[in-house]
């Protein structure tokens, strides 16, 4: 068996350690790129995006400032539907109190109170139902049908919404948008028919209504 004279064994392994450290220190440097030139970079840190709302006020009078309801009621735009039972489009008290040709007119006041313009607003009426508040009250059942409203959405040009018997105010009407921060009136003028006798007497006519707005 061939034997490695030691002396060939001293003088290979400083040459072959010497070629090992080397080749590593190259490829250091390779890896963490202490041989590079210049760089530029940009971070952008504002990256972001903010969603608008709609929220809907709504207010008695011509050009209300003062809004007593609210889409977002108790500060909740989660849900963003609220009902309002303070606010009656007939005349409250006087519209009770009515007499056989007579008109009661009111005029409430919207309000667009959020970040974004609606490109829709509607208006559903629910339909007409009648009871009886007084004792003794009158027989009729068909009051709605004696009771006619003009729903009139007042602007630069005044458009009419619906004219006609609150038996017959059922569709959905489309009314004029509302940009963000905007405002709007409407009146409703109510006449009970001239003709009606005393088995009208006593009774209340109710119509719900239903405002939206929508993005």
């Given at each position: ?90 005349g409250g008290t006087g519209y009770q109190t009515m007499v056989p040709g007579q008109t009661v007119t009111q005029s409430v006041t919207f ?13 559903q009426p629910t339909a007409c139902s009648q009871l009886a508040v ?82």
């Amino acid at each position: 068996m061939s034997r490695t004279d030691p002396a060939k064994r001293l003088r290979f392994t400083p040459l072959a350690l010497t070629t090992v450290l080397l080749s590593a220190g190259l490829l250091s440097l390779s890896v963490t790129g202490t041989l590079s030139g210049f760089t530029a970079a940009i971070t952008n840190s504002a990256n972001s995006v903010t969603t608008g709302s709609l929220v809907l006020q709504e207010g008695v009078g011509s050009n209300a400032t003062t809004f007593a309801c609210t889409s977002a009621d108790g500060a909740s735009i989660t849900t963003n539907s609220s009902t309002c039972s303070t606010i009656n489009k007939f005349g409250g008290t006087g519209y009770q109190t009515m007499v056989p040709g007579q008109t009661v007119t009111q005029s409430v006041t919207f309000k667009n109170s959020g970040t974004i313009p609606a490109s829709t607003f509607t208006l559903q009426p629910t339909a007409c139902s009648q009871l009886a508040v007084a004792s003794p009250a009158g027989s009729a059942t068909d009051l709605c049908s004696k009771l006619s409203v003009v729903v009139t959405q007042v602007g630069a040009a005044s458009t009419t919404v619906y004219s006609g018997t609150l038996a017959g105010f059922t569709a959905s009407q489309s009314l004029a948008t509302l940009a963000a921060g905007a405002s709007t009136t409407f009146t409703f003028a109510v006449t009970l028919a001239s003709g009606a006798g005393n088995s009208y007497q006593g009774l209340q006519a109710s119509v719900p209504m239903t405002w939206t707005l929508n993005s």
